[in-house]
Each structure stands twice: as C-alpha cells, then as structure tokens.
C-alpha cells in the first residue's frame, strides 16, 4: 500500500492579523487562523484534516525562515 504526505505551512499574514495555512490538501488551499493561539491552531488543523495521512507541518517567521517542523503520523490502519 503506498501512503501520501500532506505538506502544510504556517506562514504569518502580510496584515499581522494571525497566520494563512497553505497547503494543497485543504479544499481552498490556504486558511487563514487569528489570534490567539494562531499557530497552535492552524498546526491542529492541518493535523486533524491529515489524519488518515502522514502530514509535515513547516512553521515560519516573518522573514521566510523555518522556525519549527511538527510530523504527524496517519491515524489510519489497514486490517
């Protein structure tokens, strides 16, 4: 069987008004999250839309630079 990789950033927003979630497994490809709390969420989104995917989480700062990488392992098991 051979699983897929859902890749996510977490990029802050141009307006300093929370950060935009890119990704091209989300439906409309990018999702904005505020404050507070905008990181913690955007990663559990992207965690709970991969959950039957292995997913790469890639946080970055204001400048563009990768600050945290979160793995999330797929919640789905073949019987």
């Known amino acids: 069987m051979t699983t897929s990789q859902h890749v ?5 927003r141009s307006d300093n008004r929370g950060v935009d979630l890119i990704s091209d ?3 409309f490809g990018r999702l ?5 709390d905008a990181i913690r969420n955007a990663i559990g989104y992207a965690k709970f839309y991969s959950r039957s995917h292995d997913a790469v989480i890639r946080v970055f700062d ?10 999330h392992a797929s919640d789905f098991r073949e019987w």
Do not use: D, K
């Open 8 to 12: 996510s950033e977490a990029r802050p």
């Open 32 to 36: 904005w999250h505020g404050e507070p």
């Open 62 to 71: 204001e400048t563009g630079n990768l600050i945290e990488t979160h793995e």
């Open 25 to 27: 497994a989300l439906p």
